[in-house]
């Protein structure tokens, strides 16, 4: 074989285990509607949101929270993730937002439970939501009543004590289509 590139005819053998299902636009439609219905539509009624309001979805994942944003009616909504999921999610690392202070009014995230540094994404969600503004956090939980209620009010004291310069306004239990 000199200089020429020899190509084999036989394929290559199916990997052992199945390959991932990806989510398809069905699926991903529907948890952006359940979403943007229990959480996004109840924030009006607060006065939190508006048509004109500035969105920060922060560790948006796939696009999801970003659709979910958009389907409640506002426009200004930027996404960011570790990994680019164009054209709704930028790559930007939670932790160092490459963002100025107070530019959201409202700064939303799914993604606390998977932060490496818990303390600093706290932080720089704060810093990026103007005063006044409303940080939104969706947290998948265990029911109390699977768990001791020593426990869960222990896990909700520990991400309060996230936040220094927010203080809580609601805490609302929703169920969301996956």
Known sequence: ??????????????PPWPAPR??????????????????FFPLRALRL?????????VSAGACQSVAAVRDS????????????????????????LPFFDGVFDLTFTPGLAGALFP?????????????????????????????PPSLSEARTEGIWALFRR???LEVRNVTLMV
């Open 22 to 39: 990806a989510r398809g636009p069905q699926r991903q439609s529907r948890h952006a509607a359940s979403l943007s219905a229990a959480v």
């Open 166 to 168: 927010s203080s809580i």
């Open 73 to 96: 009616g506002i426009a200004d909504v930027t996404g960011v993730d570790l990994l680019d999921f164009p054209p709704l999610v930028s790559r930007a690392d939670p932790h160092n």
């Open 49 to 57: 949101l508006s048509n004109s309001s500035r969105v920060f979805c």
């Open 1 to 14: 074989l000199s200089g020429q590139i020899h190509r084999s005819r036989r394929r290559p053998p199916p």
């Open 119 to 147: 303390t600093r994404f706290a932080a720089e969600m704060e810093r990026t939501v103007r005063q006044g503004g409303a940080i939104v956090l969706a947290l998948e939980w265990w029911p109390s009543s699977l768990s």
